[in-house]
Antibody
Framework: VQLLESGGGLVQPGGSLRLSCAAS????????MSWVRQPPGKGLEWVSS????????YYADSVKGRFTISRDNSKNMLSLQMNSLRAEDTAVYYC?????????????WGQGTMVTVSS | DIQMTQSPSTLSASVGDRVTITCRAS??????LAWYQRKPGKAPKLLIY???TLESGVPSRFSGTGSGTEFTLTISSLQPDDFATYYC??????????FGQGTKVEIK
């Protein structure tokens, strides 16, 4: 069971970035997925979640209207489109799998991808 | 939104010590609480879910108790591999998931 994030990098304030998470080793479409971030020197912050089929999406207030979570179950891929990026979005972004249900803990995490928003 | 508050923020302990970390929720979350261990450069690791159920492969020196608004994570005998930051997380809501601010366990 593995999650592998990609797509991080340096972007200017107001810019956009798309993160991807490749899943393997489990039946991807049967599990809700999430993005969680950790700003430098700070704690973990839940960002967004999506149901197994992709019909239901949820966002933290801090990213609502700017970030869009999506998934492609045919490719076992989770994505996070990040627009209107701000300095406070600078963080390591992790994709995480719900243990069984969406009302559940995160049992599998990727290694993370760093996003830096700076001019 | 449900707020999670952990205490202490930092804890200094020695190998072999019994360590307890507390997590309080701003409203009742029943048993919908998880604990994670986070080491620098590594992904968070799930230790406990549903407040007291040990994740597969996690050593039995870790235990969790509580329900409602107050929860504890206990390490019965601290080992060198346990020096890390620990986070609680509530999942009572179906639409938001909240972490505590973390407790760093340091070598005394």
């Amino acid at each position: 069971v593995q999650l592998l994030e990609s797509g991080g990098g340096l972007v200017q304030p107001g810019g956009s970035l798309r993160l991807s998470c490749a899943a393997s080793g489990f039946s991807f479409l049967n599990y809700a997925m999430s993005w969680v971030r950790q700003p430098p020197g700070k704690g973990l912050e839940w960002v967004s979640s999506i149901s197994g089929g992709g019909a239901s999406t949820y966002y933290a207030d801090s990213v609502k209207g700017r970030f869009t979570i999506s998934r492609d179950n045919s490719k076992n891929m989770l994505s996070l489109q990040m627009n209107s990026l701000r300095a406070e979005d600078t963080a390591v972004y992790y994709c995480a799998k719900f243990r069984i249900l969406s009302r559940d803990a995160f049992d599998i995490w990727g290694q993370g991808t760093m996003v830096t928003v700076s001019s | 939104d449900i707020q999670m508050t952990q205490s202490p923020s930092t804890l200094s302990a020695s190998v072999g010590d019994r360590v307890t970390i507390t997590c309080r929720a701003s409203q009742s979350i029943s048993i919908w609480l998880a604990w994670y261990q986070r080491k620098p450069g590594k992904a968070p690791k799930l230790l406990i879910y549903q407040a007291s159920t040990l994740e597969s492969g996690v050593p039995s020196r870790f235990s969790g108790t509580g329900s409602g608004t107050e929860f504890t994570l206990t390490i019965s005998s601290l080992q060198p591999d346990d020096f890390a930051t620990y986070y609680c997380q509530q999942y009572n809501s179906y639409s938001t998931w909240t972490f505590g601010q973390g407790t760093k366990v340091e070598i005394k």
